[in-house]
């Protein structure tokens, strides 16, 4: 098994920035959108700690979580706990690179910032439409590939740097240890999800502005953030900008068979 996903000190670091809530806050709001029904079941593949999952569960929902790593495992167990949610998660230390199998219908899947680390995306895509109840969605966030153009613009001062990111697929990131992750854009995996019988496919820009704003200090600030809130909310839909956001989110439905009685 990979043991680099178990130093989980920079990702937990990371969930503590008010970009990181943000962007969870952001997510919540398009699922509500498109969730009805309660005491739901959640399947969240490379779930991590359980934070994505963490608000369903304190309205009812039932959570499986599979992640590589038995530290996030623990951490999402000790969340739940804190919260008297200790009888709504189970979890499974499972390498999706491998795919998975469960004997289980979910309501609701998430793949949520995973695909950046495996190159079976279209082998996963299968088995979570395999998983899915009728009627059942599936919530995707990936790392916009057309942000990546933005940090060394604006941090770093590097139009060389800019310049290969234009195409750039693949790039080194060290949130668990020094990693080489995958970047992709919206359009390629609605072609995917398309090929494998989704349907009803819609895309959200996940911060179109926030990760274009410098000062990183100033996100602090409760009133700012609550005014960049607000404009995050308005242009998650607002062609172009969702286009140029730093995570695309995709809600898509399982499409239904349709049987021909003759
Ligand atoms: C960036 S975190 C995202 C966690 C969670 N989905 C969220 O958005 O809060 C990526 C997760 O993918 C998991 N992961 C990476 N490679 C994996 C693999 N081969 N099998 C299972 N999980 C994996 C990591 O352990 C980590 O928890």
């Known amino acids: ?11 937990l670091n ?3 920035s008010p970009w990181a809530k943000m962007s969870y806050e952001l997510t919540e709001h398009v699922l509500r959108k498109h969730i009805k029904g309660s005491h739901l079941s959640v399947l969240d593949i490379g779930g991590g700690n359980g934070q994505e999952s963490l608000w369903l569960a304190k309205e009812g929902a039932n959570v499986t979580i599979l992640d590589i790593s038995q530290n996030m495992l623990n951490d999402a167990h000790k969340k739940y706990e804190e919260n008297g949610l200790e009888d709504n998660i189970l979890t499974s230390k499972v390498d999706l690179s491998k795919g998975f199998n469960l004997n289980k219908k979910y309501d609701i899947i998430f793949i949520h910032n995973l695909f950046s680390y495996l190159d079976n995306v279209d082998q996963l895509l299968q088995q979570a439409h395999y998983h899915l109840a009728t009627n059942g969605i599936l ?3 990936h790392i916009n590939r057309y942000s990546e153009i933005f940090p060394p613009m604006i941090f770093e001062n590097d139009l060389d740097k800019a310049y290969e990111k234009i ?3 693949r790039t080194k990131i060290d949130l668990f240890e020094d990693t080489e992750v995958y970047r992709y854009i919206a359009d390629e995996m609605i072609k995917k999800l398309e090929k494998y019988n989704f349907d009803k496919i819609e895309k959200y820009g996940i911060m179109s502005m926030c990760h274009l704003i410098k000062d990183n200090e100033i996100k602090f600030d409760k009133e700012y953030y609550e005014k960049l809130k607000k404009l995050e909310l308005r242009l998650m ?4 900008y969702y286009e140029i956001a ?3 989110q995709i809600i898509a439905r399982k499409k239904l068979v349709e049987i021909n009685v003759s």
């Open 1 to 11: 098994m990979n043991e680099k996903y178990e130093n989980i000190e920079k990702w």
């Open 14 to 16: 990371y969930q503590e």
């Open 139 to 141: 919530s995707i966030m």
């Open 167 to 169: 195409d750039a697929k």
């Open 237 to 240: 839909q607002e062609y172009p």
């Open 246 to 248: 730093r995570f695309n």
